[in-house]
């Protein structure tokens, strides 16, 4: 990285390299301490731009033009480039002037959801019909990037990161100048073609990276968004609508994990969440949790500091070495966590058996396909003992699901009524083994899945407004999710509700308050 300053009108100091990396403005968040909040990323423009970025999405803080903290998979990235001896920094979005300059010939971009498609956004715009911030943001920042690098005279634009999928297609890329979308993990991949665009050799449109051995993960080099730390790669659970990268579980060493917590810590995180799809299966061979590796690991960790929280784990992990919780839950309070639950996301997406064994057999394993409500209920159950509060997904429109498949997981959430809790309905996308296929949209939808929608906006309803009471530590923030956002949802969703919950389409019905009509604001 070189500093130098050029004559602008404001003699700005140009902190370049040959290589920069950004994201989109929605990952340059830490949502105020609250990374549930960063689920509004997928939701619809429904309030303006300036209320979002001020009350849910509030910028990180920008150092000599570089944000404090960047997302996980930039600073892989970042690591990786950085390993292979190329000049790379990490530009904050809303800075990239300042920071990409003539010698830059490559823009990396980092995004979760460029175009709105991931289960949660599509579920959400296709209900309300209106774009996602994910997806309007990344488009002002892929617009942006275009803009500067051409007034530069050109340089590469190639985008990574979980939501990369969603760009494969040659169209896309050009309506948005992008020249190669890296699908999957790069730090292999993602450097040879970095190394490629350098040296001015020609680079593909759309390539799957490499999956990544463990010796060849790097440790990052600075501070990441929530403190989030990957301490697994992968899954091994093997479902049929998961991305294939997920293939294989890999467990990153104790000791660089440590060291990723160290970085975190030092650069200001108050805080370090660790990041796997299931953390409850650090270090397992197969689907049975290894309780002595969790638990050295919650150990460590928590030695370095008491506030740890964690993004998923699995309700069969949960159900199957109930106690691995509550010596988890009694480590972390002991250590002084101060936190009033411990939280992260989880799959239950159906509860037909048929469809389990269909589409996720490895899911409910070491039990039964036939077992899995009885699993995801007892799950609950431990969960509740020990101040866990599971943030969990269903899939509607799997390939094939019957009005029947659709009334066991209504039943099913119906039982889970009493246990604090979230429950997000999604659309079924085709990624995975299943792509191709088609996605289900709000035209699809049986009375069955409209009754489904009702119930869990009733689960929700009634537990949100005490979550965020409990969670949210920064009190405008507070405010205006509950006096807000919330009042301002349950007000405008009571008539749709009240049709949904008979199995009708509240956007097609006139009633006072049809949800197409809820959108103050065009996108
Ligand atoms: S359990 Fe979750 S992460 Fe694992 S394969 Fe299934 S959907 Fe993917």
């Not at 690098?149 to 340089?155: F, I, K, Q, V, W």
């Not at 293939?247 to 660089?256: A, G, I, N, V, Y």
């Not at 989880?346 to 058996?353: F, L, R």
């Not at 996308?429 to 996605?439: D, M, N, T, Y």
Request: hydrophobic share 40%; charged share 25%; aromatic share 8%.
């Amino acid at each position: 990285m070189s500093l130098y300053v050029i004559q602008s009108a404001q003699e700005a100091k140009l902190v370049t390299s040959q290589v920069v990396l950004t994201m989109d403005r929605t990952l340059a968040s830490e949502y105020g301490g609250s990374l549930f909040v960063g689920f509004a990323a997928c939701a619809p423009k429904l309030i303006p731009d300036p209320l979002y970025r001020f009350f849910l999405c509030p910028s990180v803080e920008a150092k000599e033009h570089m944000p404090v903290a960047a997302p996980a998979g930039t600073r892989k990235m970042e690591a990786a480039l950085s390993e292979a001896g190329i000049d790379v920094v990490v530009a904050h979005p809303e800075h990239l002037e300042e920071v990409i300059g003539r010698e830059t010939k490559v823009v990396g971009i980092t995004s979760n959801d460029p175009r709105g498609f991931g289960p949660a956004s599509s579920t959400f715009s296709s209900l309300l019909e209106r774009k996602t911030f994910s997806a309007l943001f990344f488009e002002q920042t892929v617009g942006k990037v275009r803009e500067i690098l051409d007034s530069n005279g050109g340089g590469k634009l190639i985008v990574g990161g979980p939501g990369a999928w969603q760009l494969e297609d040659e169209e896309v890329l050009d309506r948005y100048g992008i020249d190669c979308v890296i699908i999957g993990e790069g730090e292999i991949t993602g450097v040879e073609i970095v190394k490629r665009a350098l040296r001015g050799e020609p680079i593909p449109r759309v390539v799957h990276g490499e999956m990544v051995p463990l010796e060849r993960i790097p440790n990052i080099k600075h501070r990441t968004i929530g403190g989030l730390i990957e301490i697994s790669r992968g899954c091994g659970r093997g479902c049929r609508f998961c991305l294939p990268n997920l293939k294989f579980l890999r467990s990153r060493p104790l000791h660089q994990i440590l060291e990723e917590v160290k970085i975190n810590l030092r650069e200001g995180s108050e805080g370090v969440c660790l990041h796997a799809e299931d953390v409850l299966r650090y270090g397992a061979k197969g689907p049975i949790p290894d309780e002595a590796k969790v638990i050295q690991l919650f150990e460590q960790v928590s030695k370095l500091t008491p506030h740890v929280w964690i993004s998923h784990f699995a309700f069969a992990s949960v159900a199957c070495r109930p106690d691995l919780i509550r010596k988890i839950t009694e480590l972390l309070d002991e250590r002084g966590s101060e936190a009033p639950w411990y939280s992260g996301q989880v799959g239950i997406e159906t509860a037909s058996p048929e469809l389990v064994r269909r589409y996720m057999p490895g899911k409910p394993l070491p039990f039964k396909p036939e077992e899995w409500s009885e699993v995801v209920i007892r799950a609950h159950e431990i969960l509740a003992e020990n101040r866990w509060v599971p943030c969990s997904t269903l899939i509607s429109g799997l390939p094939g699901e019957t009005p029947k498949d659709v009334e066991l997981t209504i039943e099913l959430v119906e039982k889970l009524r009493g246990f604090k809790s979230l429950i997000v309905p999604l659309f079924f996308v085709p990624i995975g083994q299943l792509s191709g296929g088609q996605f289900f949209l709000k035209e699809h939808m049986l009375p069955e899945h409209w009754k489904l929608l009702a119930t869990c906006m009733e689960h929700d309803f009634k537990w949100t407004p005490k979550l965020a009471e409990e969670h949210l530590h920064n009190r405008i923030q507070k405010f205006f999710v509950k006096e807000v956002v919330l009042r301002s949802f349950r007000h405008q969703l009571k008539g749709p509700l009240r049709l949904m919950k008979e199995g009708i389409d509240p956007t097609k019905e006139v009633s006072p308050a049809p949800i197409s009509r809820l959108a103050p604001v065009e996108a």
